[in-house]
């Protein structure tokens, strides 16, 4: 045996020693500017961590690790190392919030080993807003491949936390088979311990208040066809929510509900936005940090708003003469596209789609069109179907589209977040870009990032959508209460079809029947810039264009559909909701009141301050009205709403 040389022996021990030290000792990272802390540890082999902002603990000590094929490492660790770095980064969005980000984050990346010395990477990164973690599992011998069975992650509320949470559906259920797809209520205010609406947990994001402490939001970014989606499974009353993969049966059991990957393997981000206000949550950038564009984008896609006949006047509507006056209308609005919805192939049919879509186009209109993506997962009837499952298939309808002159498709129905699913996903937004078409998702999941990761998405609806208006007077009657929910969940973390602005008073056709709208005309068109989306779907009708006054028409010719910055001006879930965006030099303020009862307003608005700024308001009779003003030089601004009403301030 070779003798050890005298110069080596102490830097031997010097590095036996730290690696002991840190099997005892929490290794800490924190925020830029030192606000948010979080830290990792051993608690008897098994890794946690916990978070917290200034001095007020947000998640108490939370379980990490993996359970996979080659081990588990979720228990009997050991710490090898501990290494801090910083995080710059700086890019552009043309589909979201912002146009702009710089992100600064502090990194912390904990190595621990299992017994068979395999290694898991636990890394941190936690900026001003938010703190994010990823798993990353090497190998000591050569392994190419890892299926991770589950996860030990889970989140730990402190005990007096409450909850604004949807509830994951059960696989299978729902019309025609169709669930889960994110479409649920919330829970509200609610303790924790209470059983979720179906007994399986929740779906991201999950937003919880921490007492008077503040807010955090929890979710995930960066899921791919490498990876299913997760969820929160069921908590008890000690607040702990552990992550879960997918339910068996979701997608007709088609698929496993565990992870496949190659080594060595890397999982999706788990985010955490948290602050004394919902002001980092509204204005949170996390699921764009995080990620990286997968391809380069073939056409300069365009974003925008459209018409669509089926929301209000239903299927009967998808006929030729129907869809040359939602052209019209989108024309006469001048919006970018008309989304022509299920069964076109069946009551246009091919031939006369090539003539709408020329007519769309000598009117400056773009045509999306609306695809089943079912191959055998669900019972859903809507043709065209059995195109968007199958490669070929997908790829000749697309070359079709591409021929025609389509700019992009609505793909309806998935039902599931198993990676396989997932895998779809990617395949139809990688094969749309090949020509040259933009992509909105319906009866989906929840976007992960995938503003950034892919240059053709546009949209997800993901939410108890405006469809429900017109299929309930119940979701009627609590859509101004929604609207304070949405914008501080599901809209937080990416784009959301949501299909907003209805001026109707009946939602039918003919205004006899139906629904009853229930909120004011200002806060109808407030929900256009309040929900956020790449491609807006506004509910409106030809009939509004001769019903409405002029300066409402002039808005939603003029209104955005993707903004350069987006700031939290006041509201919490169930009272109101105000946010503001800019594109440009001009800023959108929208105000929603989540009351049934009158209130008066008295908002910050230090971008608007000694401005000249044009109010859309609540008149007595419900309509909108609008009047010109000055905000004075603190930039505050008081004003009235009606009972489920809303508002609108423009300016520079």
Same mark, same amino acid.
């Given at each position: 045996?070779?003798?050890?040389?005298?110069?080596?022996?102490? &830097?031997?021990?010097?590095?036996?020693?730290?690696?002991?030290?840190?099997?005892?000792?929490?290794?800490?990272?924190?925020?830029?500017?030192?606000? &948010?802390?979080?830290?990792?540890?051993?608690?008897?082999?098994?890794?946690?961590?916990?978070?917290?902002?200034?001095?007020?603990?947000?998640?108490?000590?939370?379980?990490?690790?993996?359970?996979?094929?080659?081990?588990?490492?979720?228990?009997?660790?050991?710490?090898?190392?501990?290494?801090?770095?910083?995080?710059?980064?700086?890019?552009?969005?043309?589909?979201?919030?912002?146009?702009?980000?710089?992100?600064?984050?502090?990194?912390?990346?904990?190595?621990?080993?299992?017994?068979?010395?395999?290694?898991?990477?636990?890394?941190?990164?936690?900026?001003?807003?938010?703190?994010?973690?990823?798993?990353?599992?090497?190998?000591?011998?050569?392994?190419?491949?890892?299926?991770?069975?589950?996860?030990?992650?889970?989140?730990?509320?402190?005990?007096?936390?409450?909850?604004?949470?949807?509830?994951?559906?059960?696989?299978?259920?729902?019309?025609?088979?169709?669930?889960?797809?994110?479409?649920?209520?919330?829970?509200?205010?609610?303790?924790?311990?209470?059983?979720?609406?179906?007994?399986?947990?929740?779906?991201?994001?999950?937003?919880?208040?921490?007492?008077?402490?503040?807010?955090?939001?929890?979710?995930?970014?960066?899921?791919?066809?490498?990876?299913?989606?997760?969820?929160?499974?069921?908590?008890?009353?000690?607040?702990?929510?552990?992550?879960?993969?997918?339910?068996?049966?979701?997608?007709?059991?088609?698929?496993?509900?565990?992870?496949?990957?190659?080594?060595?393997?890397?999982?999706?981000?788990?985010?955490?936005?948290?602050?004394?206000?919902?002001?980092?949550?509204?204005?949170?950038?996390?699921?764009?940090?995080?990620?990286?564009?997968?391809?380069?984008?073939?056409?300069?896609?365009?974003?925008?708003?459209?018409?669509?006949?089926?929301?209000?006047?239903?299927?009967?509507?998808?006929?030729?003469?129907?869809?040359?006056?939602?052209?019209?209308?989108?024309?006469?609005?001048?919006?970018?596209?008309?989304?022509?919805?299920?069964?076109?192939?069946?009551?246009?049919?091919?031939?006369?789609?090539?003539?709408?879509?020329?007519?769309?186009?000598?009117?400056?209109?773009?045509?999306?069109?609306?695809?089943?993506?079912?191959?055998?997962?669900?019972?859903?009837?809507?043709?065209?179907?059995?195109?968007?499952?199958?490669?070929?298939?997908?790829?000749?309808?697309?070359?079709?589209?591409?021929?025609?002159?389509?700019?992009?498709?609505?793909?309806?129905?998935?039902?599931?977040?198993?990676?396989?699913?997932?895998?779809?996903?990617?395949?139809?937004?990688?094969?749309?870009?090949?020509?040259?078409?933009?992509?909105?998702?319906?009866?989906?999941?929840?976007?992960?990032?995938?503003?950034?990761?892919?240059?053709?998405?546009?949209?997800?609806?993901?939410?108890?959508?405006?469809?429900?208006?017109?299929?309930?007077?119940?979701?009627?009657?609590?859509?101004?209460?929604?609207?304070?929910?949405?914008?501080?969940?599901?809209?937080?973390?990416?784009?959301?079809?949501?299909?907003?602005?209805?001026?109707?008073?009946?939602?039918?056709?003919?205004?006899?029947?139906?629904?009853?709208?229930?909120?004011?005309?200002?806060?109808?068109?407030?929900?256009?810039?309040?929900?956020?989306?790449?491609?807006?779907?506004?509910?409106?009708?030809?009939?509004?264009?001769?019903?409405?006054?002029?300066?409402?028409?002039?808005?939603?010719?003029?209104?955005?559909?993707?903004?350069?910055?987006?700031?939290?001006?006041?509201?919490?879930?169930?009272?109101?909701?105000? &946010?503001?965006?800019?594109?440009?030099?001009?800023?959108?303020?929208?105000?929603?009141?989540?009351?049934?009862?009158?209130?008066?307003?008295?908002?910050?608005?230090?971008?608007?301050?000694?401005?000249?700024?044009?109010?859309?308001?609540?008149?007595?009779?419900?309509?909108?009205?609008?009047?010109?003003?000055?905000?004075?030089?603190?930039?505050?601004?008081?004003?009235?709403?009606?009972?489920?009403?809303?508002?609108?301030?423009?300016?520079?």
């Amino acid at each position: 045996m070779r003798k050890i040389s005298s110069f080596f022996i102490p &830097i031997i021990f010097s590095l036996v020693a730290v690696n002991a030290g840190l099997a005892q000792t929490p290794a800490k990272v924190s925020s830029p500017d030192g606000h &948010i802390s979080v830290t990792v540890r051993l608690e008897n082999g098994k890794p946690v961590y916990s978070v917290a902002h200034d001095s007020d603990i947000f998640l108490e000590d939370s379980p990490l690790g993996l359970k996979t094929s080659i081990g588990d490492f979720s228990e009997g660790l050991t710490i090898e190392s501990s290494a801090s770095n910083t995080i710059a980064d700086s890019y552009e969005l043309n589909r979201a919030k912002v146009s702009k980000v710089q992100y600064n984050a502090n990194e912390l990346v904990t190595s621990f080993t299992n017994e068979a010395k395999d290694t898991l990477q636990v890394i941190f990164r936690v900026s001003n807003r938010d703190v994010a973690f990823s798993y990353k599992l090497i190998g000591k011998d050569l392994n190419t491949k890892v299926k991770i069975l589950s996860e030990a992650t889970a989140f730990n509320l402190p005990d007096q936390a409450t909850t604004f949470l949807s509830a994951q559906a059960l696989p299978m259920t729902g019309w025609e088979q169709t669930k889960p797809s994110y479409e649920e209520g919330y829970t509200f205010d609610a303790p924790l311990g209470e059983a979720s609406q179906y007994g399986v947990g929740y779906t991201f994001p999950a937003l919880f208040k921490n007492e008077t402490k503040g807010w955090l939001l929890i979710s995930e970014t960066g899921v791919d066809g490498t990876y299913p989606g997760s969820r929160l499974g069921e908590s008890g009353t000690d607040g702990v929510f552990p992550l879960l993969f997918p339910q068996e049966g979701e997608n007709n059991s088609i698929g496993a509900t565990y992870a496949a990957m190659a080594m060595p393997a890397q999982t999706p981000w788990r985010t955490i936005t948290l602050g004394k206000t919902l002001k980092p949550i509204v204005e949170s950038t996390v699921a764009f940090d995080l990620v990286k564009p997968k391809y380069r984008a073939t056409t300069d896609y365009q974003t925008g708003r459209a018409t669509w006949s089926w929301i209000v006047w239903q299927d009967g509507s998808i006929n030729y003469e129907d869809q040359i006056k939602f052209i019209d209308l989108s024309a006469a609005l001048n919006f970018e596209y008309v989304l022509i919805d299920n069964w076109w192939d069946a009551n246009i049919g091919r031939d006369r789609m090539e003539e709408l879509v020329d007519y769309a186009r000598s009117k400056n209109v773009s045509v999306l069109l609306w695809y089943n993506s079912n191959g055998y997962w669900s019972n859903a009837p809507q043709t065209p179907q059995d195109f968007m499952n199958t490669a070929y298939k997908r790829q000749r309808e697309m070359a079709w589209m591409q021929e025609i002159g389509v700019k992009g498709i609505k793909v309806d129905f998935f039902g599931g977040d198993k990676q396989t699913t997932m895998q779809l996903y990617e395949d139809i937004l990688n094969d749309a870009n090949n020509y040259g078409l933009g992509v909105v998702f319906h009866g989906c999941t929840l976007p992960r990032g995938w503003e950034r990761m892919y240059p053709n998405y546009m949209s997800s609806e993901a939410v108890l959508a405006s469809e429900n208006l017109i299929f309930t007077q119940e979701a009627s009657d609590q859509h101004a209460y929604k609207s304070t929910l949405h914008p501080f969940i599901r809209n937080t973390v990416g784009a959301m079809d949501f299909g907003p602005v209805f001026l109707n008073k009946r939602l039918t056709k003919d205004q006899q029947g139906g629904s009853i709208r229930k909120t004011t005309e200002a806060f109808e068109l407030a929900t256009g810039v309040l929900y956020f989306s790449p491609i807006q779907h506004f509910g409106l009708t030809p009939n509004n264009l001769d019903e409405q006054p002029q300066f409402v028409l002039d808005f939603l010719k003029e209104v955005p559909a993707t903004w350069d910055e987006t700031v939290y001006i006041g509201g919490e879930p169930g009272d109101y909701a105000a &946010i503001a965006r800019r594109k440009g030099q001009k800023w959108y303020v929208a105000v929603t009141n989540g009351k049934k009862e009158d209130r008066t307003l008295e908002l910050n608005l230090p971008m608007l301050k000694n401005a000249e700024i044009t109010l859309i308001y609540d008149k007595s009779d419900r309509t909108a009205g609008l009047k010109s003003m000055k905000i004075i030089k603190n930039g505050k601004l008081k004003f009235k709403l009606l009972g489920e009403g809303g508002a609108v301030i423009t300016g520079n």
